[in-house]
């Protein structure tokens, strides 16, 4: 019984010193990067363009340029969020919004560009953006209940934010609603592996009568195909940061445009799909 006793304080200590630690981190404020570094401490100023900002432990200012931030989560509580062009207004944050804000994005729908992997293994941005606009098209014939945003507003928002597929990890998928003013995100992964090559041949034979002798000919061909393994990776977030559709799929077909039919194949099978 002793011994039982023993561990029930030692488990407790260690919930008390869990505890404290977690309220001495939320007495710093904390600075998450669009590139995904977080950094804990002290924000005492924001100007125009940038912040100033002290590390937890330390004494020395640092500036930190508001382009380079994703969102500051204050030891208050309260995040700030950093989502517009340098020039555009300061406050963005949720508490900044008016009351119908959630009501402005509802059922609004944006496709990011997809990480196209083409055969040879390498990232393939023009491809991607291509596949972006081929699902965009599609949405828009197949899912009447939703507005699909145009991808070039999609774009532009992510270009002015110095968003792209390399630095997407650095918001979670209820940060990219927010800052692209949707209720749903749609993202994408598209990778092409050539599997094999088939290889055809042909052969023909003529025949000339010139009175009493023949002349024969022999026409041979060949030609070789190579054949593509396609795989399509579909997810779809809300605004919530929930994951409301995760599929992926082979392709049927071995040319290496099967991720059209591919990619129509899994949108059919997502909540925003509708006959």
Not at 31 to 55: R, S, W
Not at 86 to 98: D, I, M, Y
Not at 201 to 210: A, E, R, V, W
Request: proline share 3%; glycine share 4%.
């Amino acid at each position: 019984m002793k011994r039982y006793t023993n561990i029930s304080l030692l488990l407790f200590f260690f919930m008390l010193m869990f505890s404290a630690a977690i309220a001495q981190e939320e007495q710093y404020d904390k600075v998450v990067k669009i590139n995904g570094e977080e950094m804990l401490g002290k924000v005492t100023e924001i100007n125009d363009d940038a912040i100033k900002f002290i590390y937890k432990g330390e004494s020395l200012s640092y500036t930190v340029k508001k382009t380079e931030i994703n969102k500051i989560q204050f030891a208050s509580g309260r995040v700030q969020f950093f989502t517009a062009a340098p020039n555009a207004p300061e406050e963005t944050t949720a508490a900044s919004k008016p009351d119908n804000s959630v009501q402005s994005h509802h059922n609004i729908v944006a496709v990011l560009p997809f990480d196209y992997m083409n055969s040879g293994g390498t990232r393939d941005e023009k491809m991607g953006l291509k596949v972006q606009s081929d699902c965009y098209t599609f949405l828009r014939k197949k899912a009447a209940l939703f507005n699909i945003q145009d991808p070039m507003t999609t774009n532009a928002i992510l270009v002015k934010n110095n968003l792209s597929l390399d630095n997407f990890v650095g918001l979670t998928p209820q940060e990219m609603a927010n800052l692209l003013g949707v209720e749903y995100v749609v993202y994408g992964t598209v990778v092409i592996t050539q599997t094999s090559v088939t290889s055809t041949s042909s052969n023909s034979y003529s025949s000339k009568s010139n009175g009493n002798r023949y002349n024969s000919t022999n026409f041979g061909s060949s030609s070789s195909t190579a054949n593509f393994n396609t795989n399509v990776d579909l997810k779809i977030y809300n605004d919530h940061g929930q994951n409301v559709y995760a599929d992926t799929h082979d392709s049927f077909w071995p040319s290496e445009n099967a991720y059209e039919i591919t990619l129509q194949y899994l949108i059919k099978r997502t909540p925003l799909y509708s006959k």
